[in-house]
Each structure stands twice: as structure tokens, then as C-alpha cells.
T-cell receptor
Framework: DSGVTQTPKHLITATGQRVTLRCSPRSGDLSVYWYQQSLDQGLQFLIQYYNGEERAKGNILERFSAQQFPDLHSELNLSSLELGDSALYFC??????????????FGEGSRLTVL | AQSVTQPDIHITVSEGASLELRCNYS??????LFWYVQSPGQGLQLLLKYFSGDTLVQGIKGFEAEFKRSQSSFNLRKPSVHWSDAAEYFCAVGSLYGNKLVFGAGTILRVKS
């Protein structure tokens, strides 16, 4: 158990809909990262937050957004969903920005299926 | 920009045989290197990491990896594979004060009895 909690574990929705994925980082971790894992793209970095502020952006679509709340949990919002958004979405956390150890701790992921 | 190449998409080994998974990275500065393992339906678990010092690092579950700067490689090894090692393995590169890890495409390990 990494200490990172993601909900829901599975989600099935229709094209055009909007969903929210939630992540609670390890206790004390200030940085949260979102990754998307799909068969054709592999593990892609989406976005990072540190103590409530956006710190880095990767291959995140404009239809997607995220935020980190004062209690450090984070949400990833996916809107106008398309079939190609079906993927496993991982949240990871680390102790501080970048972390001097560089190590990320991953949750078990939220599997999104868009029909 | 950082990048990681895992040349082997699938590898099949017999139980008890030795294993080597290849990883090559591209990074301009001193890299932080990681190997993660993902079992079906699970998240990613850290096997081992390299930051500096001894280029041969030991990890969990009997895995080790060797950093070779001249070859830009960080190959993962295990002397004797167990059926429970069947999973997908990811090599990743990061940096001191970096904001993210960049992952390779992964290598799926199958273990035959």
C-alpha cells in the first residue's frame, strides 16, 4: 500500500460527459502528479501540483483540468469525453517539489471507460 | 528533454532462469533513474532507484540494476525469476529538483514454468 488513494477505481461513462477523479496523497506529501496510461501512449505525464499551485504541465488536453485543494487532495476533471480518453489515470505524490529523492508513490489508478 | 527507451516490449523467461531488462535513457545532466513494476490491475511499485554513488543498486524482490553512464543504460537484472515476477516493468528518468518522471514504454515479462 503506497498510501495514495484514488477514487473511483472504475468508471464507465458516455461520450460528451464529464467526470471527476479524486486523489488523496500520502500523509505529508505536498506534490501531486497525474499520469494517463493507455495502450497506445503508455504512461504520459499530465500535470503536477505543489501545495495547491500548478507547477508543471505535460500532455494534458484543454478539455482536462486539475486542482489541488488546501487539504492537499487533488481532482482531475475530464470533460467532453471522447472514446480515446478511455485509459487508466494514475495519481502519484512526493514529499516536496521534485523531491530530493525524485521518488513518486503511485495510487492504484482510476480506470475510465468511455462508451 | 528526457527520454527513456525500453527496447523489448515482451520478454518470456523460464522460471528459475536469469533476467535482464534493458533501459536506455537520454538526459543532459546527471539522471535519477528508477525501475517500477506494475502487476495487473495494480499501481506502480518502486523496485529500485539510482541517484549517485555505487553504480550497482539493489532493490526489493531480489532485483538489481547497474547504471552505466558511458552506455546511458540502467538495465534491470534478477538471477533467478519466480512465477510471481510476471508483470510489466517500467524504467523512468527524473532529475534533482525535477518536476516529473519520464517513463519508458514498459516491458511485459512472462514467466513460463
Amino acid at each position: 500500500d503506497s498510501g495514495v488513494t484514488q477514487t473511483p477505481k472504475h468508471l464507465i461513462t458516455a461520450t460528451g460527459q464529464r467526470v471527476t477523479l479524486r486523489c488523496s496523497p500520502r500523509s505529508g506529501d505536498l506534490s501531486v502528479y497525474w499520469y494517463q496510461q493507455s495502450l497506445d501512449q503508455g504512461l504520459q505525464f499530465l500535470i503536477q501540483y505543489y501545495n495547491g499551485e500548478e507547477r508543471a504541465k505535460g500532455n494534458i488536453l484543454e478539455r482536462f483540468s486539475a486542482q489541488q485543494f488546501p487539504d492537499l487532495h487533488s481532482e482531475l476533471n475530464l470533460s467532453s469525453l471522447e472514446l480515446g480518453d478511455s485509459a487508466l489515470y494514475f495519481c502519484a505524490s512526493s514529499a516536496q517539489q521534485g523531491s530530493s529523492t525524485g521518488e513518486l508513490f503511485f495510487g492504484e489508478g482510476s480506470r475510465l471507460t468511455v462508451l | 528533454a528526457q527520454s527513456v527507451t525500453q527496447p523489448d516490449i515482451h520478454i518470456t523467461v523460464s522460471e528459475g532462469a536469469s533476467l535482464e531488462l534493458r533501459c536506455n535513457y537520454s538526459y543532459g545532466a546527471t539522471p535519477y533513474l528508477f525501475w517500477y513494476v506494475q502487476s495487473p490491475g495494480q499501481g506502480l511499485q518502486l523496485l529500485l532507484k539510482y541517484f549517485s554513488g555505487d553504480t550497482l543498486v539493489q532493490g526489493i524482490k531480489g532485483f538489481e540494476a547497474e547504471f552505466k553512464r558511458s552506455q546511458s543504460s540502467f538495465n534491470l537484472r534478477k538471477p533467478s525469476v519466480h512465477w510471481s515476477d510476471a508483470a510489466e516493468y517500467f524504467c523512468a528518468v527524473g532529475s534533482l529538483y525535477g518536476n516529473k518522471l519520464v517513463f519508458g514504454a514498459g516491458t511485459i515479462l512472462r514467466v513460463k514454468s
